[in-house]
């Protein structure tokens, strides 16, 4: 029985300018403490992409894995759209 603790996100394309990396814009909506509307949060996630697959306003999915370099701590799972 193996089990898979590995976090998936979905986000949007920002770069792919550098080699066999792209970077991911994720984003998340949350209610604000003080106003109690909902505010859109992003964060980056560098990610890893063998094959240089994805491009600029790709929608993708990424999973967690291994460090492959001192910001890389995702890999390119699928291309949405």
Do not use: C
């Not at 003080?34 to 999915?61: I, L, M, P, R």
Request: proline share 2%.
């Amino acid at each position: 029985m193996s089990t898979n603790f590995k976090r998936t996100l979905s986000g949007v394309v920002v770069s792919d300018k550098t080699n066999k990396t792209i970077v991911v814009r994720v984003e998340r909506k949350m209610m604000h403490p003080k106003y109690n509307k909902f505010v859109t949060k992003s964060k980056k996630y560098h990610a890893h992409d063998e094959n240089e697959q994805a491009s600029e306003g790709d929608v993708v999915t990424i999973i967690e894995s291994r460090p492959h370099s001192a910001l890389k701590r995702w890999e390119l799972v699928s291309i949405q759209k």
